[in-house]
């Protein structure tokens, strides 16, 4: 880990890196995905996958505050994963320690915010959007470079403690496994509930209202169609095409320092935080 050569990945420029790295055989790596802003943009999608284990949405009802707080928990997962995939090693361990620090009080009946199992499904959950979201906007992506994402995304449940070895080893392996925990998930009454907060908040800023119906249409069109009519999100395919296109056109062509710029934000703040 550490600070990554500044590398231009937009528009031409972005054409010419992917050319290039096919010539060399230099496989795409986390830290040429995961400061991409548009991933933020599934940030919802992997939310209501999480709330829909049935562990982890008690423990979000029980123990967090979407209502009067909606952005702690993007704040909190930002963090983590910018600061151990940017930050050094001793960057990355302060913020480890901290996210268990704060699961610790998060247990009751039938769930444990450290349980391993459901911390692999909340880092699966981190993986497949992250993927989905980049691969709708820049296209397929190769077998080499994703066999080589999945294996580098396996940092965000091992840096808390998941074992290795219950990371999936190949994407057929995470398919196996995707559809396994697929069958499990249901949208009980918590879940719900947390998720009308998440979707329609009554508090925070301003601009974050403004968004939220152009993210409803994001996160309508990328979850698979059980798990959307179980939350009961609308899907206006005319409009999530539209956006998609928008996304496509106009995203790679931002300059490189935009479109990393939340990435940058993060790291600073926990710097400033910890000094």
């Known amino acids: 880990m550490g600070e990554i050569t500044p590398m231009p990945r937009g528009g031409a420029e972005l054409q010419e890196l992917c050319t290039a790295a096919a010539q060399w055989n230099v496989p795409l790596r986390i830290a040429d995905v995961s400061a991409e802003a548009v991933l933020l943009a599934g940030g919802a999608r992997a939310i209501l996958l999480q709330l829909a284990n049935p562990g982890v949405s008690r423990g979000v009802a029980e123990h967090s505050d979407f209502a009067r707080r909606p952005l702690e928990r993007l704040h909190g997962t930002l963090t983590y994963l910018y600061v151990i995939v940017y930050g050094t090693p001793a960057e990355a361990h302060r913020v480890a320690r901290e996210v268990g620090e704060a699961h610790r009080p998060v247990h009751g009946e039938g ?115 059980p798990l959307r009519e179980a939350y009961g999100l609308p899907l206006d395919e005319r409009r999530f095409a539209r956006l998609s296109r928008v996304i496509r056109a106009v995203y790679p062509r931002l300059p490189r320092a935009l479109r990393h710029a939340p990435m940058r934000h993060y790291l600073r703040r926990f710097r400033s935080r910890a000094s």
Do not use: C, N
């Open 111 to 225: 769930y444990d915010a450290r349980d391993e199992r459901a911390q692999l499904w909340v880092a699966a959950t981190l993986y497949d959007t992250a993927m989905r979201l980049y691969e709708h906007v820049y296209g397929t992506i190769d077998d080499d470079d994703a066999e080589q994402l999945l294996a580098d995304y396996a940092i965000i449940g091992t840096t808390l403690g998941v074992p290795a070895a219950s990371w999936p080893a190949s994407r057929a392996a995470f398919a196996e496994y995707w559809s396994r925990e697929s069958v499990l998930l249901r949208v009980d009454a918590p879940a719900h509930a947390v998720a009308q907060e998440l979707m329609h908040p009554t508090a925070g800023p301003w601009w974050l209202k403004a968004i939220m119906p152009t993210i409803r249409v994001l996160t309508a069109g990328l979850l698979d169609a």
